[in-house]
Structures are given as structure tokens and as C-alpha cells.
């Protein structure tokens, strides 16, 4: 079968190689002028960081599914974050995570008294939960929603309670809010509301302490280089700077696309853009009217090169507000700026020397902010960048800002003008109605030989769940189209 891949992103490049290996023929079609999509990578030249993902988790899902699409080991080192990352509270304290739960739990019951006791819960049921989530969640497809909502899956809902938005979830655990604010917070790494997204992501705060923190050496943009070379060792062919400006439909088949005003037929097209965004360029299709969606949150990003290390400082910090519940009103209710928002800085170099020229840092400074091109990024977001930087470096940067050399800010209206969809960084939002079978499938329309891949795509976002979602594609295609 010939297949035509629209984006080049880890979901497009990962299905090339799963594809190819099927015995397909390939063509990846990239409107940017380099693959990658969020694992792209930020430089002046003299520095370079991560554009995007930072933190590698389901370190096994990846090794997996990069075997599975015929890269060894070897072609991507994964470091291990140990400690996982340092947490600085509004009222001075400062505490770790830590991978290992014993002295994870000697390390909480030191902040926060009878907290160590209220982990050591949190994690033996948890420990009960992950497994059957991630075989009943994340290792299937959901074409159909009574494949979701059969009888075994409610009553794992029920038990667990992973029906509840995550922060009360996670309340029900621990009796210090701030404690629940540490063990709510990842469901910002995939742009949802601590209130508002289903506790079911509380497996992502487990999984930190049970297969760990891992960082990928020369960033993830090494990792977009190596799978962009294994495509091309493939035989998949890859063309850049081509954005596809249709997706043609006749009669409920798929038939091809339009690249650079011309026709390029195939027998299937795999759309790797942000899904929403499918409808832009659809022609030919009157089905069923789609729903409109709700966005992640979107994030200001600030790219920093400094003339300056840190001794003791590690690769991973969460600096917390005052107030987390202010700062989450604002960001998903008010949708406005806060003036003391919680954000997250990764100091490569402190795990990989290599990061960063000898004696020099880049930094990459993460703010939560709504998804919106309607702020004025230009006079607001420069004093959102401000008081950051003012708050990490009295913290724990000092001299930070005499000593930048580079610096840029990426706000969400870039990410719009990227085509993120609304300007949200982790496709759409993590809610209730948006996840499982109410997210939108690997075959998400009645259109034949039309497929999708992606972090708007189940089963969801981050770097190894869409990898994931690719492998689960290709496992359709193969049914469907034969290999």
C-alpha cells in the first residue's frame, strides 16, 4: 500500500518506521522546514535546548516500541533523574522527590508530619490501580465507545475512584494541601486542570516513582534525529517544507492529498497534525458534523544561554505560588495571567555536561497560561517573564539575569501560528469527555483509509503515549490494509 503521512512529529515519524517494516511505502509530508513537531529544539547557535517535552517517563514504553520499529538500544542513552526533581514552596521550603519510596516517605514525613504515612497509602493503591489502567487505557483502541464502558471497565472505575477530577482524588490521600498540590500537578504536563481532569492521571505522579525520571542525552531532538535517519535508511521518503493543504475525500474513501498545489494519490492518508486542526483541510467529506473541543492549557516558554553554572542545583524544579488554587482559577477559569504563577525550570547541564558549552547553562523556564491568542503576549507576557526569572533567581539562581547572553520567549499565539491548536501546548484538553472513547481514535471519522496520530489522538500526550498511539495505528492499519 502506498501511505501518505501529513507531519513529521514523534506520532508521524514512529508510524513511518512501523509502516515501513509492514512493507508499505512511505511518504512523510512536513510543512516546517525540519521533522520533529514539540520535539524540535530552540538555538542562537551557541546554545541549543529543547523546544518542548523535557521529561522522559514510561522509560520501558519507549525502549519498546523504538525496538518494535527497528532502533536498538544503543541509538538513544536514557539518563536516569535521581532525584526526581526539587519542589520550592512559597514559604521557603524546600523538598525532593525522590524515586525511591522509603525515602520518598522519610523525605515527606521530614516537611510535613504524618505525610510520610499518607504516601506509603497513596502508593500501595496505586500500585493496585496502574496496572489494570494501563492495559485497560492505554494498550487499546476505542473505535467503538462499548469497547470503553464495558462492565469490567466501570467497575474499575468505580473502585478506584478514577472517575473523580484528579486534586480531590488525590485530597483523599493527603491531608496537607500542599502535598496534594505536589501529587496534582503532572496533569499540567499534559495541559489539564488538577480540578478538572480525571483522577485516572494520577498515574502519572506513580509512575514517577515507579519506573522513574529519565532524561534523553542530546535532549529529544536527538531522539527526532535518530528516527528521522532510520526513516530514511527505510526507504521512507521524507520531504520538509511541503504542507499538505488538503485531504481529499471521495465517496467515504480517502484518495489522497494537495502538497504545494498539486495531487499526490495514495491508499491512505495518517494525519499527524493537532486533530482539530483535520478540519481545516478536509474536502469531500459530509459526514457527521464534529465536535468542537476543548484546548490544554498553553504555556510561555523562555529559552535561556548564561555564562554561568550552579553547583547543587539539578535538573528539574517546580517553584509553587502562594496559592496553587488562585493560580488554577486564573489559568482555567479566568483565563488570564497570574501575578504569582507556579512554573518549572530544567538545567540540563546538570545531568549532561555536553548540554551546554564548558562553564555555561541553558536553561528552559515552563509557565502554565491559558490557551489564548487574545492576551497581549507582547506587554503582559514580558512581565510574567520578568517576575519569573526575578523569583528563580532569588531562589535559587543568583545572578541569573546579568548573566544571560540568549534569550527567547515562545508564548501560545506562536503555538497557534504553528498550528497547535487554540494555541495549546498538549493538544486537547485532558477531561473526562476528552479522554478514552471521548477522544478522538486512531480511526476517528467514518472515512475509509483516513487515520490519525497524536497527542489529541487516544490514548493521549506525552513523548511515549503517542508513540504508543502510533504503534496502536499501525496495528489497525495492518488489520485493515494487510502488510
Not at 501529587?183 to 506513580?206: M, V
Not at 540540563?348 to 492576551?375: C, H, M, N, Q, T
Request: glycine content about 10%.
Amino acid at each position: 500500500m502506498k501511505i501518505t503521512i501529513v507531519g513529521a512529529g514523534v506520532g508521524g515519524l514512529v508510524t513511518a518506521l512501523l509502516l515501513r517494516r509492514q512493507g508499505h511505502e512511505v511518504t512523510l509530508y512536513e510543512k516546517e522546514s525540519q521533522v520533529g513537531g514539540c520535539i524540535a529544539r530552540e538555538s542562537n547557535g551557541e546554545f541549543s535546548i529543547d523546544q518542548g517535552p523535557t521529561i522522559v517517563l514510561l522509560p520501558h514504553l519507549l525502549r519498546e516500541i523504538l525496538r518494535q520499529a527497528g532502533i536498538p538500544d544503543e541509538a538513544v542513552e536514557l539518563l536516569p533523574c535521581d532525584p526526581l526533581y526539587d519542589i520550592y514552596e512559597s514559604d521557603g521550603t524546600k523538598w525532593t522527590k525522590w524515586r525511591d519510596p522509603d525515602k520518598q516517605a522519610t523525605e515527606i514525613e521530614r516537611c510535613y508530619r504524618g505525610g510520610g504515612s499518607d504516601f506509603r497509602r497513596y502508593m500501595a493503591d496505586m500500585e493496585r490501580i496502574f496496572d489494570y489502567g494501563y492495559e485497560a487505557f492505554l494498550s487499546r483502541t476505542f473505535v467503538k465507545k462499548r469497547a470503553f464502558l464495558t462492565l469490567r471497565n466501570l467497575a474499575f472505575l468505580a473502585r478506584s475512584r478514577a472517575y473523580r477530577a484528579l486534586k480531590p482524588f488525590t485530597a483523599s490521600y493527603f491531608r496537607d494541601p500542599r502535598l496534594q498540590d505536589a501529587y496534582s500537578l503532572q496533569s499540567l504536563y499534559i495541559g489539564g486542570a488538577p480540578r478538572k481532569a480525571p483522577a485516572l492521571y494520577g498515574l502519572i505522579p506513580y509512575s514517577e516513582h515507579r519506573h522513574g525520571i529519565w532524561y534523553i542525552k542530546g535532549g529529544f531532538r536527538h531522539l527526532a534525529d535518530v528516527l528521522e535517519q532510520a526513516c530514511r535508511d527505510s526507504g521512507v521518503t521524507i520531504r520538509c517544507s511541503a504542507p499538505v493543504t488538503a485531504i481529499h475525500v471521495e465517496k467515504g474513501v480517502c484518495k489522497g492529498v494537495t502538497v504545494a498545489g498539486e495531487a499526490a494519490l495514495c491508499d491512505a492518508v495518517v494525519f499527524n497534525g493537532d486533530y482539530p486542526m483535520l478540519d481545516g483541510i478536509l474536502q469531500g467529506w459530509r459526514g457527521r458534523k464534529k465536535k468542537k473541543f476543548r484546548p490544554s492549557s498553553g504555556t510561555l516558554l523562555i529559552y535561556l544561554g548564561v555564562d554561568k553554572r550552579w553547583e547543587g542545583v539539578g535538573a528539574h524544579q517546580f517553584f509553587f505560588p502562594e496559592s496553587m488554587d488562585y493560580h488554577m482559577a486564573d489559568l482555567f477559569q479566568m483565563g488570564r495571567l497570574s501575578v504569582d504563577p507556579t512554573f518549572y525550570v530544567f538545567n540540563p547541564a546538570a545531568i549532561d555536561s555536553a548540554a551546554a558549552p564548558e562553564g555555561k547553562s541553558v536553561l528552559y523556564v515552563r509557565v502554565p497560561v491559558p490557551a489564548s491568542e487574545e492576551i497581549d503576549w507582547d506587554m503582559a507576557g514580558e512581565a510574567v517573564v520578568s517576575r519569573v526569572l526575578d523569583k528563580a533567581e532569588r531562589i535559587l539562581f543568583p545572578g541569573l539575569k546579568q548573566a544571560i547572553r540568549w534569550q527567547k520567549v515562545r508564548t501560545p499565539r506562536d503555538a497557534a501560528r504553528q498550528g497547535q491548536y487554540l494555541g495549546g501546548s498538549f493538544g486537547i484538553a485532558p477531561i473526562l469527555t476528552q479522554i478514552g472513547a471521548f477522544r478522538p481514535q486512531v480511526k476517528p471519522l467514518g472515512v475509509e483509509r483516513l487515520y490519525a496520530v497524536g497527542a489529541s489522538v487516544h490514548p493521549g500526550g506525552g513523548v511515549p503515549i503517542v508513540m504508543q498511539g502510533a504503534r496502536l495505528l499501525s496495528e489497525t492499519i495492518c488489520k485493515e490494509l494487510g502488510s
